[in-house]
Nanobody, 118 residues
Framework: VQLQASGGGLVQPGGSLRLSCAAS????????VGWFRQAPGKEREEVSC????????YDADFVKGRFTISRDNANNTVFLQMNSLKPEDTAVYYC????????????WGQGTQVTVSS
C-alpha cells in the first residue's frame, strides 16, 4: 500500500499549484481520501477530504473558496487544486486514505513541499 504525492514547489503569492497523489497496492475507489498539511513549528492540520462516494466533503475554513479536492478513481489518483495561494499556505502537504472515516488518515503519503513566497 503506497501513496505518492507530487506537484509541490515554489510559487508566488496569488499563484496556483495542483498536487497529485497516486495510490498503488490498493483501489482508491473504496476509500475516503484527503490532504493534510504541516508547517514548520505547527501541528499537522486537515485541509480537505472527500468520501469514496463523493457525497461527503470537508474543507478547512482557511481553504474554502481557494482549494478544491477531487479524485480520479479510474487512475487511482487524488488531486488538490490550490489557487490564490498565500504565504501562510507554506507547508508540507500529505495525502491520506481511509476506508472507514472521512479524514481518517489510515494511510499516509510521504509529503510534498509547498512554498509560497515572493
Amino acid at each position: 500500500v503506497q501513496l505518492q504525492a507530487s506537484g509541490g514547489g515554489l510559487v508566488q503569492p496569488g499563484g496556483s499549484l495542483r498536487l497529485s497523489c497516486a495510490a498503488s497496492g490498493f483501489t482508491l475507489v473504496d476509500y475516503s481520501v484527503g490532504w493534510f498539511r504541516q508547517a514548520p513549528g505547527k501541528e499537522r492540520e486537515e485541509v480537505s477530504c472527500i468520501s469514496s462516494s463523493e457525497r461527503s466533503r470537508y474543507d478547512a475554513d482557511f481553504v474554502k473558496g481557494r482549494f478544491t479536492i477531487s479524485r480520479d478513481n479510474a487512475n487511482n489518483t487524488v488531486f488538490l487544486q490550490m489557487n490564490s495561494l498565500k504565504p501562510e499556505d507554506t507547508a508540507v502537504y500529505y495525502c491520506t486514505a481511509d476506508k472507514w472515516r472521512l479524514c481518517g488518515g489510515a494511510y499516509w503519503g510521504q509529503g510534498t513541499q509547498v512554498t509560497v513566497s515572493s
